[in-house]
């Protein structure tokens, strides 16, 4: 025992206070000139504006009623068109609810319909809409990927998750299309309604390599007056993305339709295209 602790005395003990401190005058030459060398690697740290650093800080939430939120968030966006009013939401929800969505309707699928006008039958209207889809609600997916998707829609449009369709899975093989049509239903065409439909927001749930873009041949007033072939994929077109979310107004703020929503699925030409469609009405809907 005591001859461990002697090993600290006599002139042994001082050739080790010695080394000791050369040692801590090393770490300390390192530790100085590498932080000078570290710091030189952060330019814009070290020069970012202290008014920067304390908006960083900054709590920008406010104290919110019964039915808000605690905390300020973002969902990016961009307008595509003010004519329709379109928005388009990248990355709007993440690749495994794309598959797990696309996975629960795969064994559901049936040729896609339409609602019919007067006169109109399902012989007359063949070719007008061939993709094959399904309807699901939130409440039926039990992997709560819906859920999630239809609580941040009501999000990003203000209007309430009981005011939505259940999702439309559509599936779009080689040379499926849905020709360019209105969402909302005129009433001249359609007869009286019960709700209308404002909005529509569509997930596109796959990517697709070649076509299957999402049109709008009137945007801006564009090819009103040409005799427009509603097969033809003219105006503006969107790419499905796997993820990404595109929004349009059917109706106006005043309730009438805005003919510049007209729109349809170019056919495509590579690939498959999967996506799911939220039809937002004026009305509560029964789930
Ligand atoms: O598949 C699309 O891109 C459009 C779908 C559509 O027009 C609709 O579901 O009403």
């Known amino acids: 025992m005591n001859s461990k602790g002697k090993r600290f005395g006599g002139p042994k003990s001082n050739l080790g206070l010695a080394s000791v401190f050369f040692l801590c005058f090393l770490f300390f030459l390192a530790g100085f000139f590498g932080s000078t060398l570290l710091s030189q690697d952060l330019p814009s740290v070290q020069s970012r504006p202290r008014i920067l650093e304390s908006v960083e800080e900054r709590d920008d939430s ?91 829609i009501a999000r990003a449009t203000m209007i309430p998750r009981s005011h939505g369709e259940a999702f439309n899975i559509l599936r779009y093989e080689i040379g499926q299309r849905y020709v360019s049509h209105y969402d909302a239903f005129n009433p001249a065409e359609y007869g009286t309604q019960k709700s209308q439909r404002i909005a529509s927001f569509l997930l596109y749930l796959s990517d697709v390599e070649e076509g299957g873009e999402t049109m709008f041949p009137f945007e801006n007033d564009s090819n009103m007056g040409i005799g427009y072939d509603y097969k033809k994929c003219i105006g503006l077109r969107v790419k499905p993305r796997r993820g990404d979310g595109l929004l349009f107004y059917s109706l106006f703020p005043n309730g009438t339709i805005d003919k ?28």
């Open 62 to 152: 406010m104290p919110h009623g019964e039915t808000g939120e605690p905390r300020v968030v973002s969902i990016p966006f961009q307008v595509l068109s003010w004519k329709p009013r379109a928005l388009y939401f990248p990355n709007f929800a993440t690749s495994e609810q794309c598959k797990s969505i696309i996975e629960m309707s795969r064994s559901k699928l049936k040729p896609s319909t339409l609602a019919l006008r007067k006169g109109e039958t399902a012989e007359s209207t063949k070719g007008i809409r061939t993709s094959s889809g399904t309807f699901i609600s939130a409440q039926e997916d039990k992997t709560g990927s819906l859920e999630v998707v239809e609580r941040k």
């Open 260 to 287: 510049t929503s007209l729109h349809g699925s170019c056919p495509v030409i590579k690939g498959e295209k999967w996506v799911a469609t939220k039809w937002i009405r004026d009305e509560e809907q029964d789930q």
